[in-house]
Structures are given as structure tokens and as C-alpha cells.
């Protein structure tokens, strides 16, 4: 039944305006409208909503996640628009902030001002 349905993905913040300007400019998503408050962004046809919220807090794991050519190139570009990546201990990434995983997928991880935890990565 779901499984000819249109996915969206809906995350958090409290921080609409911040929110707006990272996702349009930073990370360079295309800003279709809002609609109930929320933006909502273009991802390769599909729809990302930035919802607003009271409050949010920080995540622990990975809320959303950008599947990408390279990553490497994607940690230059994101870096040079003010993106800093998370190194988290015990693993080994690299100066850029990537990390191989074992099935030698490459993934860093950032957050957006709500400290959501997102990530780009190339699947092999």
C-alpha cells in the first residue's frame, strides 16, 4: 500500500529563520514554499519538510542522511559555505571528517542549527 507512495521526510527546528538559510543556502536545497508553517525543500523530487517547534534538542543519531557521488568533494563545498563535521571517538575518520565504513561506504556527519544530526555518503 505505502509502497508506491510519494516519501517526505519532516524534520524539526526552532529555529525557522536560522533553519531557512541553511538549508537554501548552505546547503543549496531548492525552497518550493511553505506550507503550514513549514518549508518544505526539493531533494532530487522528493520533499523535505523543516518544521517549526517550540524547542528542540540535539540528536544523537543520524536524522537525515544525503546519498551523494563523492563525498569528498562534498565535505570541500560544504566546509567552504561554514559546514563543520563531527568526528566522534573511537572512529577513524580522516582530516576532512569521512569516515570508511567496513563495506567501504564513505559518510562524515554535520548538524544543522538545531543540532540535528545529518550526514552525506557514498554508498559503494
Do not use: C
Request: a negative charge; hydrophobic letters at 40%; proline letters at 6%.
Amino acid at each position: 500500500m505505502l509502497s508506491q507512495s510519494k516519501l517526505q521526510s519532516i524534520i524539526l527546528t526552532s529555529r525557522l529563520a536560522k533553519a531557512e538559510v541553511f538549508y537554501r543556502d548552505v546547503l543549496g536545497l531548492e525552497l518550493k514554499g511553505k506550507s503550514d508553517g513549514a518549508l518544505v525543500f526539493d531533494v532530487s523530487g522528493s520533499e523535505l519538510r523543516v518544521a517549526p517547534v517550540k524547542s528542540t534538542t540535539p540528536t544523537e543519531h543520524t536524522v537525515l542522511g544525503f546519498a551523494v557521488p563523492d563525498v569528498d568533494s562534498t565535505i570541500t563545498i560544504l566546509k567552504a559555505n561554514g559546514v563543520e563535521f563531527e568526528q566522534f571517538e573511537g572512529f577513524p575518520h580522516e582530516a576532512n571528517g569521512a569516515l570508511t565504513t567496513p563495506d567501504g561506504s564513505r559518510v562524515a556527519w554535520f548538524r544543522d542549527p538545531d543540532g540535528n544530526l545529518l550526514s552525506v555518503v557514498h554508498f559503494p
